[in-house]
């Protein structure tokens, strides 16, 4: 910068610089954010009008993360110590077995087919007595 500091252009007082466009920094964050805001307003008309033309628009699924650090029925941290059960989420230590936050997974039915795909019938061959 040569010469003496220019005023902010919106003239709020402070002092600007030519890397923010000759605005203070509160004014340029303020720009910046404003800028921000009508780039997702133009994508937002953008999607819009592709979905109102007939095309196929999957909705977007929020997706919540997969490894959760809270029990999911007191909603304590339980850090690397988290139990995941069979209903697929994540219980601390109290909460760790099925009857204490009531799972929906069936464990009776699903051990029984454990058992007999991993124990087949034997059958011995038919003795006749003499």
């Keep these: ?3 003496e500091p220019s005023l902010c252009i919106n003239g709020c007082g402070f002092f600007s610089t ?3 466009k000759n605005l203070c920094s509160k004014c340029y964050n303020n720009f ?3 800028e921000s805001a009508r780039y997702l307003d ?3 008309d953008q999607t819009k009008t592709a979905t109102d033309a007939g095309e196929k628009s999957t909705e977007a699924v929020v997706v919540k993360n997969e490894k959760s650090s809270r029990c999911n029925a ?3 941290k339980v850090g690397l110590l988290g139990f995941q059960c069979r209903c697929g989420y994540v219980f601390c230590g109290s909460h760790r077995h ?3 936050h009531s799972c929906s997974s069936d464990y009776k039915s699903a051990d029984v087919t454990d058992l007999t795909n ?3 019938v034997v059958k ?3 003795l006749y007595r003499i």
């Design 1 to 3: 910068m040569t010469g």
């Design 18 to 20: 030519p890397q923010t």
């Design 32 to 34: 910046l954010k404003d």
């Design 42 to 44: 133009t994508i937002r």
């Design 74 to 76: 007191c909603n304590k």
């Design 98 to 100: 099925p009857e204490e």
């Design 118 to 120: 991993q124990n087949p």
């Design 124 to 126: 011995p061959d038919k």
